[in-house]
């Protein structure tokens, strides 16, 4: 069965603090791995990775894939409140169906 | 990107009633998708709606319990049936743009059930 497991469930940071976010899969017929953040209740997209290796990165967030080792990272450096937020993971499998399954997601806090 | 709306944006519901959510796009897009986030947990996809063909569900999900419309490619509706406490729920739509596996959401619909 497919499944994607995020860790850690929550986080709680001080402002500039950097954190790092990590994401595992196991999904038939990988395509892509993207990453979201939920602040209140609709998903905000942030990265599509498709690549090993190759970073992506906006701003203060960057994220990296490892289909060898079938995961993930996001990193935020200098953390602001701002911040603060469900970051969920998802992985697209299973060609020309569209389907992401989502990971647990992990809580952020960022404290002032 | 997609710009997709959706309403109501919250519910309060009695049990045994039904609730009818819909979503736009704004382009013509092939599929949609609905999705379940009920409380503490992640995203959860109830169908996959295609136009001009049925709705496909996940294992789960029943098309007795979640009828889905698809009228036309930026247009669709998410029906929560005979609800009970335990749909409660926010209800989330999303389509691709920019490609097939970037989705794009929905603002959602936050489903509160008596």
């Known amino acids: 069965e497919d499944k994607v497991v995020q860790s850690p469930l929550s986080l709680v940071v001080h402002e500039g603090d950097t954190v790092t976010l990590n994401c595992s899969y196991e999904v038939t017929n990988f395509r892509s791995l993207l990453w979201y953040k939920q602040e209140k209740k609709a998903p905000t997209f942030l990265f599509m990775l498709t690549s090993s290796g190759i970073e992506k990165k906006s701003g203060r967030l960057s994220s990296i894939l490892d289909k060898k080792e079938l995961f993930s990272i996001l990193n935020i450096t200098a953390t602001q409140t701002g911040d603060s937020a469900i970051y969920l993971c998802a992985v697209g499998g299973s060609s020309n169906t569209g389907k992401l399954i989502f990971g647990q997601g992990t809580t952020l806090q960022v404290k002032p | 990107s997609a710009v997709i709306s959706q309403k109501p944006s919250r519910d309060i519901c009695q049990r045994g009633t039904s609730l009818t959510i819909q979503c736009q796009v704004d382009s013509q897009v092939t599929m949609m998708f609905w999705y379940r986030q009920q409380p503490g947990q992640s995203l959860t996809l109830i169908a996959t709606a295609n136009q001009g063909s049925e709705a496909t569900y996940e294992s789960g999900f029943v098309i007795d319990k979640f009828p889905i419309s698809r009228p036309n490619l930026t247009f669709s509706t998410l029906t929560v049936s005979n609800m009970s406490p335990e749909d409660s729920s926010i209800y989330l739509c999303?389509?691709?743009?920019?490609?097939?596996?970037?989705?794009?959401f929905g603002p959602g619909t936050r489903l509160t059930v008596l």
């Open positions: 999303s389509a691709p743009g920019g490609g097939t596996d970037t989705q794009y």
